[in-house]
């Protein structure tokens, strides 16, 4: 069982920058690709960027591409990601997933565990 907490969301103007991150409970976060994906009102969940086990391999939506990083830091059980040049589109709550295996996933039914999300606002 791994247990997934978000955190780093908040109220921001568009321009500005922000970082997420999910903590994972257990010592067996290196096993796992990891996922944010985001759910804006009104919207279904898509998936934002992700990242295998190996770190050299990630994915990036085409709407954040160039703004948003993902990366992990495997000895702290913590993946991360920052958003810089946020724009009110941005809007969304942000979801953390973990998926076990190397290779990541865009798809929601592939992730084995997800966190309670944090709501990031960008206003204009």
């Known amino acids: 069982q791994v247990q997934l907490v978000e955190s780093g969301g908040g109220l921001v103007q568009a321009g500005d920058s922000l970082r997420l991150s999910c903590v994972a409970s257990?010592?067996?976060?290196?096993?796992?690709?990891m996922g944010w994906f985001r759910q804006a009102p009104g919207k279904e969940r898509e998936a934002v960027a992700a990242?295998?086990?190996?770190?050299?391999?990630?994915f990036y939506a085409d709407s954040v591409k160039g703004r948003f990083t993902i990366s992990r830091d495997n000895a702290k059980n913590t993946v991360y990601l920052q958003m810089n040049s946020l724009e009110p589109e941005d809007t969304a709550t942000y979801y953390c997933?973990?998926?076990?295996?190397?290779?990541?996933?865009?798809?929601?039914?592939?992730?084995?565990?997800w966190g309670q999300g944090t709501q990031v606002t960008v206003s204009s």
């Open positions: 257990g010592r067996t976060f290196y096993n796992y690709a």
């Open positions: 997933a973990a998926r076990q295996g190397i290779f990541y996933s865009t798809l929601q039914r592939d992730y084995d565990y």
């Open positions: 990242i295998s086990r190996s770190p050299a391999s990630t």
